[in-house]
């Protein structure tokens, strides 16, 4: 099958009977028809239209090797640094559709994370989780299911090791261990799109040690499980879409983040790929948020684009589109929104192949893409804010402008330039408010895929500081130690190369040197 349509995964989704999911304190059984969670699922969904649509199908659709067949990008191992950069590409596409996160990058983002991981513990001698992951894998790119990546744990105390939590499922472990499968219980926070997914592949949040053994998991499992509970978070201005109304809470699609608590459930032992593999944790999680954070780039900057036209839009509404200052401050969003693409992007195209097949993004650009999210979304919200007037604090509600005793006074005294209306004016300024201040926008760009002191800790691992330092002192006449080679950039190698690095050298150990 490899594609399914949108509807065939609204369908697949629709009858749950094993999973508990609570919005607002209460169990909603079917997520499709949920006002709260509908627009959560639609641009879900939109993830399945865009293998679909024209303007998309090229870009999501690939082949796979595995299946020898055609599968939906979000389902897809990398295998060049094209198809990085199609990633983002598509990611930006989408975004324009839906004005909202859609949620199903973290699953794919798990998959390509787990394939490198897995590679490189089969390189050091451990081929079964290796030969797990490729079945599951070719199931989820045979059947296209919809995925959620699970990494964050509740976490309890930040300053304690997860064996050292008074609570002991702070972090999601291993309570027992039988021939056929693990139990596992914890917590996941703020996991994306969880209540629409088929599957949940969970994964480590953190470097371990062996004391933290038990800790360090990894498995799939479908989200319909026994054992599985979901608590899905509240949003800005949420309550708009329980209204039945059609302006107030565009765009109309929204993404949902839940806490996902594993009580005692049982994974079968095919679907486990780390059991106690600590050893690989540091690895797993800095290809996990790389590759994260390099997609940013393309969702971010879709998002720009969407907040661009309704700027643009609204000084059009108003007459001042051509004013020097509206027009600079456009400029400046644009230059923004370029700039995280254009990150996003270099992160893709300066791609490193890990091991062989195993195409990772490039880490430094990867986070350099992230940290520039985690600040100009803001800076382009606030030149939004600052063009479309204090109105989008203040607009009635699309209830006045319906109400016959008031309309006609809305109609006279909200409408600017001839040839828009009063209704146009909300439409726009709701679509502004909803998504350049929403959570999307503002709050995952700072904390989603890690938040910005995580990547300021990955620019001082990677750069080379002594490096620098030793140019600097060449240049300035000091005793300097400084070596060129061919190399450009001052960068050290990651966690992650330097382990494809010692396997490499075990293979030529191995093979007497050839
Ligand atoms: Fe995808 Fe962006 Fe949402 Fe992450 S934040 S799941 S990259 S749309």
Redesign the pocket.
């Known amino acids: 099958m490899g594609i399914r349509t949108g509807q065939e995964y609204l369908d697949s989704i629709k009858v749950r009977n094993k999973v508990e999911i609570y919005v607002m304190g209460k169990e909603v059984k079917d997520v499709t028809t949920n006002p709260f969670l509908k627009p959560a699922v639609l641009a879900f969904k939109a993830t399945f239209d865009s293998a679909w649509d024209e303007d998309t199908k090229d870009l999501a659709r690939v082949w796979s090797p595995f299946i020898n067949e055609e599968v939906n990008r979000f389902n897809h191992i990398h295998r060049s640094p094209e198809d990085l950069a199609a990633k983002v590409k598509l990611?930006r596409k989408?975004?324009h559709k839906v004005g909202?996160?859609?949620?199903?990058?973290?699953g794919?983002?798990a998959l390509n994370t787990l394939y490198i991981i897995t590679e490189l513990m089969a390189q050091h001698g451990k081929t079964e989780p290796k030969e797990k992951f490729i079945e599951y894998l070719k199931t989820v790119q045979k059947k296209d299911l919809a995925l959620a990546g699970a990494m964050t744990d509740a976490k309890g105390v930040r300053t304690l090791k997860p064996h050292e939590q008074p609570n002991k499922n702070a972090y999601v472990r291993i309570t027992e261990v039988t021939k056929d499968g693990i139990y596992v219980s914890g917590a996941k926070a703020n996991i994306?799109?969880v209540a629409a997914a088929e599957e949940i592949v969970a994964l480590p949040t953190r470097a371990m040690g062996p004391e933290d053994q038990d800790y360090a998991v990894s498995f799939s499992i479908p989200t319909d499980t026994e054992g599985i509970k979901i608590i899905v978070g509240r949003q800005l201005n949420d309550a708009r879409r329980l209204e039945g109304g059609e302006i107030d809470a565009l765009p109309y699609f929204y993404?949902h983040e839940g806490l996902v608590i594993f009580d005692n459930v049982f994974v079968p032992m095919e679907r486990v790929f780390l059991m106690r593999d600590w050893q690989y944790t540091s690895q797993l999680v800095e290809i996990f948020s790389a590759y994260?954070r390099q997609?940013?780039g393309?969702?971010?900057a879709g998002l720009g684009d969407v907040i661009i036209g309704a700027t643009y839009n609204l000084a059009k509404q108003i007459g001042v589109e051509k004013a020097s200052h509206v027009q600079d401050k456009i400029n400046e969003e644009i230059f923004l929104t370029e700039t995280m693409y254009a990150a996003g992007i270099a992160a893709s195209l300066n791609g490193i192949e890990v091991c062989p097949g195993c195409w990772w993004v490039n880490p430094m650009q990867a986070n350099v893409t992230k940290h520039l999210v985690t600040r100009f979304p803001s800076q382009i919200a606030q030149l939004a804010i600052d063009i479309a007037g204090g109105i989008l604090g203040t607009a009635p509600s699309e209830w006045d402008l319906k109400n016959p005793k008031i309309k006609e006074l809305l109609a006279k005294y909200l409408q600017g330039v001839e040839g828009y209306t009063a209704e146009d004016r909300i439409r726009m300024i709701r679509l502004l408010e909803n998504v350049a201040l929403g959570v999307?926008f503002q709050i995952?760009?700072v904390h989603?895929?890690g938040s910005p002191a995580a990547q300021r800790i990955m620019f001082s691992r990677l750069y080379n500081l002594s490096y620098a330092e030793e140019v600097a002192k060449r240049l300035a006449g000091m005793k300097s130690n400084v070596k060129f080679t061919k190399k450009v950039e001052p960068w050290k190698e990651s966690e992650t190369e330097k382990l494809a690095k010692e396997s490499e050298k075990n293979t030529v150990t191995a093979s007497g040197g050839k």
């Open positions: 990611l989408i975004s909202a996160c859609f949620q199903r990058c973290v794919y983002d994306t799109g993404n994260h997609g940013y393309g969702c971010k999307a995952e760009s989603g895929a």
